[in-house]
Structure formats: structure tokens, C-alpha cells
């Protein structure tokens, strides 16, 4: 089974930006995609990019603010800009096993731990 590992995050304040990091040990990943879940809330759809640099955001989360992007086949970035406190949250990093750009949880097979992101006023 392919293994994530995440890193980044942590605290900020509005305005902040942070960048999350994941890697894939093993083999490359065709599609790559961040979630984030607050307490009480479902997890939610960040983004996701596929090894042609393919790319697709949640508009009601990113609002133009959230870049994804790929080193190589193995790691994913999100460098999110313009935080608010809406923001806070457990970020995942995921894998999804097609160049689909998934959008719904279901459809990624691997995941990684998750990192805490919060954003203070």
C-alpha cells in the first residue's frame, strides 16, 4: 500500500499564508488531492492535481487563494495565501489512483496522517 507523509502547518494569523507538503513513499501517484476537516464538520474537497499538472480546486473553500502543485510524481504542495479563521482545520493529503481529478473522498485509496492548520485572529 502506497504511504503519505505530511508535513507543514501549524499556527497563523489572518492574513498568513502556509504551505503543506506531502510525500508519496513508493511509487508515483497519478492524482494527488488535499481535504481539510474541521471539528463537527464533514471532510471537505481542497484540491487535486494529476501528473500532467492538471488541476482542480473547490471554489467555496480556495476563493483564489490556494495553489496546488506537484515537484514530481511523488509530492504535492498547497500553498494556501490570505488565511482566515474559516481555514482552521485537519488537512489530509490523498491519493487517487487515475487522472481523474476526484473530488469525493471515496475515490482516493491512500491517505496521509494530516496536519493541524490553525488560524487565529
Known amino acids: 500500500q502506497v504511504q503519505l507523509v505530511q508535513s507543514g502547518g501549524g499556527l497563523a494569523q489572518v492574513g498568513d499564508s502556509l504551505t503543506l507538503s506531502c510525500t508519496v513513499s513508493?511509487?508515483?501517484?497519478?492524482?494527488l488531492g488535499w481535504f481539510r476537516q474541521a471539528p463537527e464538520k464533514e471532510r471537505e474537497f481542497v484540491a487535486c492535481?494529476?501528473?500532467?499538472?492538471?488541476?482542480t480546486y473547490n471554489p467555496d473553500i480556495v476563493k483564489g487563494r490556494f495553489a496546488i502543485s506537484r515537484e514530481n510524481g511523488k509530492t504535492v504542495f498547497l500553498r494556501m495565501n490570505g488565511l482566515t479563521p474559516e481555514d482552521t482545520a485537519v488537512y489530509y493529503c490523498?491519493?487517487?489512483?487515475?487522472?481523474?481529478?476526484?473530488?469525493?473522498?471515496?475515490?482516493?485509496?491512500?491517505w496521509g496522517q494530516g496536519t493541524q492548520v490553525t488560524v487565529s485572529s
Open positions: 513508493g511509487r508515483s501517484s497519478f492524482t
Open positions: 490523498a491519493s487517487h489512483s487515475s487522472m481523474y481529478l476526484a473530488t469525493i473522498q471515496n475515490q482516493y485509496d491512500a
Open positions: 492535481i494529476n501528473l500532467r499538472g492538471e488541476k
